[in-house]
């Protein structure tokens, strides 16, 4: 039996491991394709959601976003929790700390949850200065390279910190994906206790 709500760990459906037939958009595989993920597009999904599949009897839903508000969550819980009948939904997202532990509890991890590699090592190489260049450069050209750099030192180096870098480290874990947090100040604070 497959699971109504499935999560991918990718930063874009195409390097989410996913079958391909879902890569597609279909008539009965939908696409919502988003930076950030609202509670208007979770009440499309919701409506969506509640018509019938035109042909093969499944409907699937294939959502991919880089964040999701706190008010869209909440409006996914119960979807997620009791989809309709014949529905399956799969979330792709960059890393699953961006969600709501009552949402996560509700999704199956598919797939792996490492994506392609990332910049810490020379980060962690880099002296004070130079992470603080490093950040400056990042927040303006590449943000969301910011939050690989966190989830590397936390998945590769953890053992390595110091307890002040580990609590900076949680700290960055758990906003560093949230809308409206200053990635460049988390990242900072993280460059300092390291």
């Known amino acids: 039996m497959t699971a109504h709500a499935q999560l991918t760990i990718a930063t874009s459906l195409e390097n989410a491991s996913l079958p391909d037939e879902l890569k597609s958009e279909t008539a009965d595989t939908r696409h919502l ?8 597009e979770a009440r499309w999904l919701v409506r969506e959601s509640s018509k019938k599949a035109l042909g093969t009897g499944l ?3 294939v959502i991919v976003t880089k964040a999701l508000t706190h008010e869209a969550q909440n409006a996914l819980l119960k979807l997620f ?49 130079e992470r603080i260049d490093t950040i400056a450069i990042l927040a303006k050209d590449d943000p969301q390279s910011l939050g690989r750099i966190v989830r590397e030192i936390g998945e ?21 994906y949230n809308r409206g947090a200053s990635r460049k100040m988390l990242l900072e604070e993280l460059a300092l206790s390291l």
Not at 33 to 39: W, Y
Not at 101 to 114: D, Q
């Open 59 to 61: 409907h699937q839903f």
């Open 81 to 129: 929790e009791e989809p309709p009948e014949d529905t399956v939904f799969y979330l792709v997202i960059p890393h699953e700390s961006i969600l709501i532990p009552t949402l996560r509890s509700r999704l199956i991890i598919t797939g792996s949850r490492v994506s392609e590699s990332e910049p810490a090592v020379p980060f962690l190489d880099q002296s004070l200065k």
């Open 156 to 176: 590769r180096h953890l053992h390595e910190l110091s307890p002040d870098a580990k609590r900076s480290l949680l700290l960055c874990e758990k906003y560093v």
């Open 33 to 40: 394709l988003i930076d950030s993920l609202g509670i208007d």
